[in-house]
């Protein structure tokens, strides 16, 4: 199975600050990298597919970059709907796996 | 707008069956070319893929689950359904279906509530 690494694993940051949370997969997997938002209670939503695609809807301010075994997913400006969990997911390979969570909190 | 509902007892006992349906709803699971998922997440902690059903390809499971897991469609009801046999505590988790894109990214949208599901005597 692909290892997925997210770091950090939680993180404190007020409303306007830029957030970059990291992915590394345990072994290279192209562009096949997705990342989800999850709020208390509720399902996991996509943010970005095919580690920069914006899925439509989502707010620009949302954006992804790298390829192989280094990812990462930026918020430009926290906004307070904004904290949340953020996984990462590979589909590079079955079985499909995701990161342990990034808890992004208010400080 | 395709949405997904889960649907199945929310108490299993131990080393029985547990058995959740999925409906889709706003479209036919027959149609475009998707994975139908199953994926899992215990209280506090992360996702876990279970597997995936394509009308036109093989089903595939978690080798962690494979011998216990069936996923199965239905087309007339446009519904699909996770059968996970010999249940233990370990398998107390939130339940999710979802549609999952077909060629390469694969990501998951949309995706249902969830169900909870406790296995306890």
């Known amino acids: 199975d692909i290892q997925m690494t997210q770091s950090p694993s939680s993180l404190s940051a007020s409303v306007g600050d830029r957030v970059t949370i990291t992915c590394r997969p345990s072994q290279s997997i192209s562009s096949y990298l997705n990342w989800y938002q999850q709020k208390p209670g509720k399902a996991p939503e996509v943010l970005i597919y095919?580690?920069?695609s914006l899925q439509s809807g989502v707010p620009s301010r949302f954006s992804g970059s790298g390829s192989g075994t280094d990812f990462t997913l930026t918020i430009s400006s926290l906004q307070p709907a904004d904290f949340a969990t953020y996984y990462c997911q590979q589909s590079y390979t079955t079985p499909i796996t995701f990161g342990q969570g990034t808890r992004l909190e208010i400080k | 707008q395709v949405q997904l509902q889960e649907t199945g007892p929310g108490l299993v006992k131990p080393s029985q069956t547990l058995s959740l349906t999925c409906t889709v709803s706003g479209g036919s699971i027959s149609s475009g070319p998707y994975y139908w998922t199953w994926i899992r997440q215990p209280a506090g902690k992360g996702l876990e893929w279970i597997g995936r059903?394509?009308?036109?390809?093989?089903?595939n499971y978690n080798p962690s689950l494979r011998s216990r897991v069936t996923i199965s469609v239905d087309t007339s009801k446009n519904q699909f359904s996770l059968q996970l046999s010999s249940v233990t505590a370990a398998d107390t988790a939130v339940y999710f279906c979802?549609?999952?894109?077909?060629?390469?990214?694969?990501?998951?949208?949309?995706w249902g509530q969830g169900t909870l599901v406790t296995v306890s005597s």
């Open positions: 979802a549609r999952g894109s077909i060629g390469g990214a694969n990501w998951f949208d949309p």
């Open positions: 095919a580690a920069s």
């Open positions: 059903f394509h009308t036109s390809e093989s089903t």
